[in-house]
């Protein structure tokens, strides 16, 4: 059974830094795609980064330059570094991995708050 485990959220104060892990188990990251996804309270689920199978990281525009996506294989993890960050970069994030297959995974989410 594929299961994906967020860690790493907490409060924030604006500027500061952050670091979220996704730990998956029963897929190989290797052959995945993995993306990072983010929801603000009464707002849609938003694209920030996304790494895996060989395709370069890529962000959102917003997160671009402050966050780094990257991949532990070894350790079946991907990261995202949150520097600078900002009020609005507040939300649930959640780890979504997409397997060779096509099948899509989504973990619980971890939360995310920076204050101003």
């Known amino acids: 059974q594929v299961q994906l485990m967020e860690s790493g959220g907490g409060m924030v104060q604006a500027g500061g830094s952050l670091r979220l892990s996704c730990v998956g188990s029963?897929?190989?990251?290797?052959?995945?795609?993995i993306d990072w996804y983010r929801q603000a309270p009464g707002k849609e689920r938003d694209f920030v980064a996304t790494t895996g199978r060989g395709v370069p990281p890529n962000y959102a525009d917003s997160v671009k330059g402050r966050f780094t996506i990257s991949m532990d294989n070894a350790r079946n993890t991907v990261y995202l570094q949150m520097n600078n960050v900002r009020p609005d970069d507040t939300g649930v994030y959640y780890c979504?991995?997409?397997?060779?297959?096509?099948?899509?995974?989504w973990g619980q989410g971890t939360q995310v708050t920076v204050s101003s």
């Open positions: 029963s897929i190989p990251f290797s052959t995945s795609t």
């Open positions: 979504r991995v997409v397997s060779i297959l096509g099948n899509v995974y």
